[in-house]
Structures are given as structure tokens and as C-alpha cells.
């Protein structure tokens, strides 16, 4: 107890004098108190500076794109099947071999093995696999080859008239003559 002199004789007593966790307890919540603040003036500044709005936007400008992909893919899907219709129908063409006599048969019985390389002959079994045509990074992926390796394989190829290849976007699909 701690007697306090307040004038004309009277004195308060006070019972109890702050501790050390007191002190400790008052600067943890004006801290807190102030880290509080602080955080409510960021937000409102935030939201003042069209922070939020920004960012809303940018969500729906991204889902407005990803609609935007999938009707694509699904088009594309339908075309593709569409066309896998369309070649079913058609009958396969058949032509003559320079140095032979008559017809032969399609390029998926008929293919110049003997004169092919061994990538050039992987490659050409690839694609007589799959019916005469292929992407290029279906058939980089299929043979393992990288893609310098294929390129040149597939330049050679072409240059004596085995392959033809045709720009489709970004792709490139290959064809056996």
C-alpha cells in the first residue's frame, strides 16, 4: 500500500502498482491497435486507387478467355470429326511408280525400303502406322527422336519426294506421296 498526499490532509491509498506483464500487456495491444490501423488505411487505399475493381476485371477477362478456348477446342473437335467422316468415304487413290508398268497400291503397302536410311525407314513405318500422315510432334514423340534430328530426317525426305509437309497454325502435318 502506497499513501498519496492529494491535498488539505487527505490521503488516497493505492493498493496495487503496475507490474513488469502489465507493462508488456499495454505496449502488445497498442501495437496491435496500430498494426490494425495501418492495415485498414492500406485497404482503403487500395480500393480508393481502383486496386479491387482491377482485379475483378482481370478474373473476368481471364474466364471470358477460357470460354473462348473451350468453344474453340470444341469446334476444332467437331471439324476433325467431321473430316475422319469425310476420309472413310473416300476410297483410297492408287498411281503409278515411276519404272513400273500399271497401278500400285496405296502408300501404306508400297514404300521404297531399300533405299531409305534406318530414322528414314522408322519413319516411314510411322507413318504408314498411321495411315499416311502425321503431325511432326506426333512423330517426335512416337520415334523419340529430337526435333533437329526430325526436322533434317524429314527435310531429306522430302527433297526426293517421299514426304510432303503442309503449315496447319502452328503445326506442321506430314504426308506420304
Not at 531409305?116 to 513405318?125: A, F, G, P, R
Request: net charge positive.
Amino acid at each position: 500500500m502506497i499513501p498519496v498526499l492529494v491535498g488539505d490532509g487527505i490521503t488516497i491509498t493505492a493498493s496495487r502498482v503496475p507490474s513488469g506483464d502489465t507493462i508488456i500487456g499495454v505496449i502488445l495491444g497498442v501495437t496491435l491497435f496500430g498494426l490494425v490501423v495501418v492495415l485498414y488505411l492500406l485497404y482503403r487505399f487500395f480500393r480508393k486507387s481502383g486496386f479491387e475493381k482491377d482485379m475483378i476485371m482481370r478474373a473476368e477477362v481471364a474466364h471470358e478467355y477460357s470460354q473462348m478456348r473451350k468453344q474453340e477446342i470444341s469446334e476444332k473437335r467437331k471439324k476433325t470429326i467431321e473430316t475422319k467422316k469425310l476420309e472413310k468415304k473416300e476410297e483410297p487413290k492408287t498411281g503409278t511408280v515411276p519404272g513400273t508398268v500399271g497401278t500400285v497400291e496405296p502408300w501404306p503397302e508400297y514404300v521404297p525400303d531399300k533405299h531409305l536410311k534406318e530414322d528414314e525407314k522408322q519413319i516411314v513405318n510411322i507413318m504408314k502406322a498411321r495411315e499416311g500422315k502425321c503431325e511432326q510432334g506426333t512423330l517426335r514423340v512416337v520415334s523419340g527422336m529430337p526435333k533437329s534430328s526430325l526436322s533434317r530426317i524429314l527435310k531429306e525426305l522430302e527433297e526426293r519426294n517421299i514426304i510432303s509437309k503442309e503449315k496447319r497454325g502452328k503445326k506442321n502435318m506430314v504426308f506420304l506421296r
